[in-house]
């Protein structure tokens, strides 16, 4: 006989182990920066490479004012950094944690099988 669900119990740890709206908002928030195509493809190519502006705008086929508008918004939510290089800016995945969605997310997408349990 399967063993039967407790509610009671299922609620207090559900409660015990959810962060404040405020975070919640935030996370809402870190989430919708994904929501952009041309933000997701700078995102990728630098998973791939580092790479100045000119090179993003080469890969995504966009002006650089738009570039580096997309730009802005990433570094503002500390999903890349940059480095001065001479007179350019070399821009890279601020940390191993956005290597790290970006790689979930593309590999769950392109998964063979699906898993239902």
Do not use: W
Not at 25 to 31: P, V
Request: hydrophobic share 40%; aromatic share 6%.
């Amino acid at each position: 006989m399967a063993n039967k669900h407790d509610h009671e119990h299922a609620l207090e740890e559900v409660f015990a182990g959810m962060p404040g709206d405020g975070l919640l908002c935030e996370l809402g928030d870190l989430f919708k920066i994904f929501g952009d195509t041309s933000r997701i493809k700078i995102l990728f190519s630098l998973f791939e490479s580092d790479l100045c502006v000119l090179e993003i705008t080469k890969i995504l086929g966009m002006e650089q004012s738009a570039v580096s508008h997309q730009l802005k918004i990433l570094k503002d939510a500390h999903l890349i950094g940059s480095r001065r290089e001479g007179k350019m800016n070399v821009y890279f995945l601020s940390d191993d944690h956005v290597r790290s969605i970006i790689g979930q997310g593309f590999e769950h997408l392109t998964e063979k099988e699906v898993h239902i349990q």
